[in-house]
């Protein structure tokens, strides 16, 4: 780091440290142009839902409703299932994201084979980087019913199960299968984060008597309570965000009733049914309430657990 010598101009120092940090800021062009034109960009659509979009007569001729579409919206007969759907799946997943990761990732840690260890941080790891469109194809093939699954329940005697068309069944597929194919990423971080433990600490509480469980609760967790902190703050901001290509790929109108999300509807409403403005007016509110949900756990972790990025 630069020394700022006695009487040095300030402007001159900032113009050495602007140009020796200048292939960094070139470095972030990509990223931020692809931001800009696929993020920012599109949010100008959003005037759709305060219009009767027609794709005919554009933004400017469409003829200007006010709130009449959140008041459609609000009046769908199917719209509070909806909500109540995508808060029960996406609230189940964040919890198991972050829960069973971090359980693996503290057992992990307790292995003393290293070859183990790094053989069982691939096997959790390696579905993360699979596809939806790869992972649908293997769940509808063990779930289908003519499935595997079913093929083996009838080889025990068993009635074979509809698990993909059965409201109590499908819900516990799209959140296991979410778990199970990221937990791996929660997991390594989880990992990396164990690893930056002082080991003095567990000595000196082995010393007085504490076994790998005390250790783990009282020095281990609360080390690692700022990484939980992040990952949890970071994850409320998708509650309304249920995982639309993974049961996009799956559901089927048999599942409606449990398993159709904010996501689908924006889907239906607008692509299917051809309803702009209602789908824009739907997709908004989702997305107003995530940004506020961002900001009240971002704020609770800065009072509670003295977490800051900025």
Known sequence: MLQRKAGTPAFPRRIVIFKREMPLYLMLIPGVAFAFVFCYLPMFGLVMAFQNYSPLRSFSGSEWVGLKNFQAMLSLPTFWTVVRNTLMISSVKIILRLLVPLIIALLLNEVLSNGFKRTAQTVFFLPYFLSWAVMGGVLRELFEYDGTINAILQSLGAQPIMF???????????????????????????????????????????????????????????????????????????????????????????????????????????????????????????????????????????????????
Not at 181 to 190: A, L
């Open 164 to 310: 993909l068309g059965s409201n109590t069944w499908f819900p516990i597929i799209i959140i296991v299968s979410d778990v199970w194919k990221d937990m791996g990423y929660n997991m390594i971080i989880f990992l990396a984060a164990i690893t930056n433990v002082d080991p003095a600490l567990n000595e000196s509480a082995a010393l007085d008597g504490a076994n790998r469980w005390h250790q783990t609760w009282h020095i281990t967790l609360p080390t690692i309570r700022p990484i939980i902190v992040m990952l949890l703050v970071l994850a409320l901001g998708t509650v309304f965000s249920a995982g639309q290509e993974q049961i996009m790929l799956l559901y089927n109108p048999m599942v409606y009733e449990s398993s159709d999300i904010i996501d689908t509807l924006v889907y239906r409403t607008g692509l299917v049914n051809h309803q702009w403005s209602l789908s824009a007016a739907v997709g908004m509110m989702k997305s107003v309430i995530s940004f506020l949900l961002v900001a009240f756990s971002y704020r609770l972790a800065t009072k509670h657990f003295d977490y800051q990025v900025f």
